[in-house]
């Protein structure tokens, strides 16, 4: 149980273009999403909290106009990174609180290139 | 100071030998610890989690919290080459509003066990 899934798992993607990444949980249902960001060697980093029927929260410094967060039900939420640029290349991945619990379980990642 | 202070390593052992991870954190409000495991190029893993101070085992993985000191602790018995890997600590307060179940992350640590 507890399984989170991410689509696409890679993205090339030509500078200008936008890109939706999708964080579905399967068999649970999570209220709460949060969006993470993670350079290679480093440790993750929070860009945005995505509540169920509800605007986004944004961690100082991430710039919600360029990283559109949508989360339409209790197993769903989207990135969209729009109007991507080299920049932006990243590992995104996305995480899901258990409805009503404090436990956090990953999906595997979407790996973005920007050329 | 950074709010969770986890050594980086890299950590390498001989198959069999056992790991101790450690982390330390500063924020007193932090009441709920986790130990995640993240391959390379994939998304972290769920392993351990506890609630407030004490021990917990599972299999071969034991984690410990010890609030009076601000540390908590993942011991792996009999370790694996298939445990190389980098593993991050993390801590979330019982928080409400925008700030429920952000975690806080450690560095993260690079484990390898080597044959």
């Known amino acids: 149980g507890a399984v989170v899934s991410q689509h696409p798992s890679r993205v090339i993607c030509k500078s200008g273009t936008s890109v939706k990444i999708e964080c579905r949980s399967l068999d649970f249902q999570a209220t709460t999403m949060f969006w993470y960001r993670q350079f290679p060697k480093q440790s993750l980093m929070l860009m945005a909290t995505s509540n169920e029927g509800s605007k986004a929260t944004y961690e100082q410094g991430v710039e919600k106009d360029k990283f559109l967060i949508n989360h339409a039900s209790l197993t769903l939420s989207t990135l969209t990174v729009t109007s991507a640029h080299p920049e932006d290349s990243s590992f995104y991945i996305c995480?899901?609180?258990?409805?009503?619990?404090?436990?956090?379980?990953f999906g595997p990642g979407t790996r973005l290139l920007v050329l | 100071q950074k709010e969770v202070e986890q050594d980086p390593g890299p950590l390498s052992v001989p198959e069999g030998a056992i790991v101790s991870l450690n982390c330390t954190y500063s924020n007193s409000a932090f009441q709920y610890f986790m130990w995640y495991r993240q391959y390379s190029r994939k998304g972290p893993e769920l392993l351990m989690y506890?609630?407030?101070?004490g021990n917990k085992e599972d299999g071969r993985f034991t984690a410990q919290v010890d609030k009076s000191s601000k540390y908590i602790s993942l011991f792996i018995r009999d370790s694996q080459p298939s445990d190389s890997a980098t593993y991050l600590c993390?801590?979330?307060?019982?928080?409400?509003?925008?700030?429920?179940?952000?975690?806080?992350f450690g560095q993260g640590t690079i484990l390898t066990v080597h044959p």
């Open positions: 995480s899901a609180l258990v409805r009503g619990g404090w436990t956090q379980y």
């Open positions: 993390a801590m979330s307060a019982f928080a409400g509003g925008t700030s429920y179940g952000k975690l806080t």
């Open positions: 506890t609630y407030s101070s």
